[in-house]
């Protein structure tokens, strides 16, 4: 079992910046992808950005340029700098873990851009 610790969340106004924190806790072997998600009111969740635990990384249109995720393995933690926020950045953002047999989720944390 995985528990993903995450942190960071906040009220920003438009043009300001956050970082989110996600700490892996648990039995953590195996877990190859770490990422977050996120989820506006009324709509599905969509990916954000995903990093790999050799560093790759992939991030939604909507954030190139302006979001950039990071992972520090001997901490178990993955990073998600945020950078010129936009109100539509407003929404809960989820860490996501993924290992080959299934996936975990962290508790959310709200972030919130003001125009």
């Known amino acids: 079992q995985v528990q993903l610790v995450e942190s960071g969340g906040g009220l920003v106004q438009a043009g300001g910046s956050l970082r989110l924190s996600c700490a892996a806790e648990g039995d953590i072997r195996t877990i190859h992808v770490m990422g977050w998600y996120r989820q506006a009111p009324g709509k599905q969740r969509e990916l954000v950005a995903i990093?790999?635990?050799?560093?790759?990384?992939n991030y939604a249109d909507s954030v190139k340029g302006r979001f950039t995720i990071s992972r520090d393995n001997a901490k178990n933690t993955v990073y998600l700098q945020m950078i010129s926020l936009k109100p539509e950045d407003t929404a809960v953002y989820y860490c996501?873990?993924?290992?080959?047999?299934?996936?975990?989720w962290g508790q959310g944390t709200q972030v919130t851009v003001s125009s």
């Open positions: 990093i790999t635990t050799g560093g790759n990384t």
């Open positions: 996501n873990a993924q290992r080959i047999s299934g996936q975990y």
